[in-house]
């Protein structure tokens, strides 16, 4: 947008008694001017926030997306992989029991869609229930009522008829499917987040500030001049001060996100653990086959002795269930290729914004671009950040800058950031006593997130929140089917009502010392983003 005036074309002979906002003294602007001015530093301030964040918000919804889209691919060439195998290696009989293997899939789904699944509770009943199809195929002379096979399946955690493999599939999956759910939370509480931060509004007092110090030395033919270091800090701490009580959090968070990646890239492997699913569930199936005889001894002295079928049932049950086929593994050219042919390793790497080392990583807003012409603050190491920060000011000579009344040096101190600490701000009165509330819930959706965040980078599940936009009340136990659940993770905070775990006292605290160079560089990319209109 054109500025609404040139006052180099205007000689300044106007005593500026009449303006509101701009010094008194002699000034090109009039009354009607000074308001234009004032419309356009409001709309400057509010696109230059909008512009700093929209990479990062573009960053973090590609980045969900694309894990998304990897995970359900995952899940469904995994189920593709095993039901092509297992039917070729069983035929018959694995089409006669399939929905044992079907429904294994289809709760897995449910479960990282948001479904109320206790992942240790469903794969114990899908072992119990393969132990008594099983139990059946391998004793095919005998009649079963359904209350003998529910005995039997008490026997499943006694007599390991599947070997180690029941326990260790299910600490693998456990582990590896919270990490995968919870980060994907993640990628999708900083996307909203992000997105709902970024609409700033100035207060009546911000705006005025905004104008004093973008525009009211235009008024004086001051067109070049810049606001000088310390007092853009003050005016845009001042307009920002909710904005600055985000950082604490969002480094929390941040320092979450990356330990539960360095899982995901570790131990907590989700490919690692779905590709050789088949391999394993086959595993244990062949160790209940070569067990079989000692299995069903000891559930026969536990539950008793079952009938015996007649001449002609029995051997119709051999014929038509016995289970003797053996198990032939795909090779592994012979595999579905997975989620467009990438692996976690490198999807996990690059759903960051930054790189994840800890020298590179900071708050917010230090993703920000100090203006157009010079790289993204993501992609600077620590020292180079703050090379940048002092480039900048050091553009602005402390005698020649703009202090607000006149072209000369500022002499207030900077105001701390945050709300609380903007009581002294000499710039933009603030009202500390009324927090902007949506602020405050994108604090509290950040602390819920970085809580699940530590108790999956544990190990342990967390009860997924439901707490999108469309929810009806009936929290995350829904049950909603894997193709009718929405595509994305939608937050709104303001319903966020689930429980939060203890924090984790040994938190990672480096991020904190980045907050206010990432302030700095916020408020000098945002008058330099600005301003640049002014400057050209």
């Known amino acids: 947008m054109n500025n609404p005036t040139n006052c180099r074309a ?225 005016v845009m701490r001042g307009c920002l001060a909710n904005q600055g009580d985000l950082d604490t959090e969002w480094n929390n968070f941040i320092d979450s996100m990356l330990m539960v990646a360095e899982r995901l890239e570790g131990p907590f492997n989700i490919e690692s653990v779905m590709d050789p699913i088949d391999v394993k569930i086959s595993d244990a199936i062949m160790n209940m086959q070569e067990n079989s005889l000692q299995v069903s001894q000891k559930v026969f002295q536990g539950c008793g002795q079952p009938k015996t079928l007649s001449q002609g049932r029995a051997s119709r049950s051999v014929s038509e269930g016995g289970f003797s086929a053996r198990f032939r593994p795909y090779n592994p050219e012979e595999r579905p290729t997975t989620a467009a042919g990438t ?18 990583r900071g708050s917010l807003w230090t993703y920000c671009a100090l203006s157009p012409s010079q790289p993204p603050l993501a992609s600077l190491k620590g020292k180079e950040v703050r090379a940048q920060v002092d480039m900048a000011a050091g553009r602005v000579v402390e005698d020649e800058c703009w202090n607000g009344s006149a072209k000369s040096r500022y002499v207030f101190a900077v105001t701390g950031n945050g709300l609380a600490n903007q009581v002294n701000n000499p710039e933009v009165e603030v009202d500390i006593t009324k927090p902007d509330m949506v602020i405050r819930q994108q604090i509290m959706a950040l602390r819920v997130m970085t809580n699940k965040m530590k108790n999956a980078y544990n190990g342990n599940d967390v009860d997924f929140l439901d707490i999108s936009d469309e929810s009806s009340g009936e929290g995350s136990g829904s049950g909603c089917e894997y193709q009718q659940c929405s595509p994305e993770f939608e937050f709104n905070v303001t319903e966020v009502t689930g429980k939060t775990n203890k924090m984790d006292k040994n938190t990672n605290t480096s991020a904190a010392a980045h907050i206010g160079l990432s302030q700095a560089a916020l408020f000098f990319s945002i008058v330099l983003l600005a301003m640049q209109r002014q400057w050209r």
Request: hydrophobic letters at 35%; charged letters at 25%.
């Open 10 to 234: 205007r000689p300044i002979h106007i005593i500026s008694d009449h303006l509101k906002v701009c010094p008194q003294g002699y000034t090109c602007c009039s009354q009607e001017m000074e308001e234009k001015y004032s419309q356009q530093s409001k709309h400057d301030f509010r696109n230059a926030v909008v512009e700093l964040s929209s990479h990062l918000q573009t960053t973090f919804s590609s980045r969900y997306k694309k894990f998304d889209e990897f995970f359900k691919e995952l899940l469904e060439n995994a189920e593709k992989s095993l039901n092509d195998m297992f039917l070729r290696t069983y035929g018959r009989l694995y089409m006669q029991n399939s929905e044992l293997f079907k429904d294994l899939f289809i709760e897995l789904k449910r479960y990282y869609v948001g479904g109320n699944v206790n992942l240790e509770e469903m794969l114990n009943d899908f072992w119990a229930r393969l132990l008594e199809r099983m139990f059946r195929l391998v004793n095919p002379q005998y009649q079963f009522t359904d209350e003998y096979l529910e005995c039997v399946s008490k026997y499943t955690e006694q007599l390991k008829p599947f070997g180690d493999v029941p326990r260790k599939l299910k600490l693998q999956v456990t582990r590896a499917f919270v990490a995968a759910r919870t980060f994907a939370q993640g990628l999708a509480v900083a996307r909203d987040v992000v997105t709902k931060v970024s609409a700033v509004n100035p207060s009546p007092q911000g705006e005025r500030a905004l104008l004093k110090m973008m525009y009211c030395p235009h008024c004086r033919g001051l067109i070049t001049v810049k606001p000088c270091y310390n007092y853009c800090f003050n």
């Open 343 to 360: 692996s976690l390793d490198r999807l996990v790497s690059a759903s960051w914004p930054v790189s994840l080392t800890q020298s590179q």
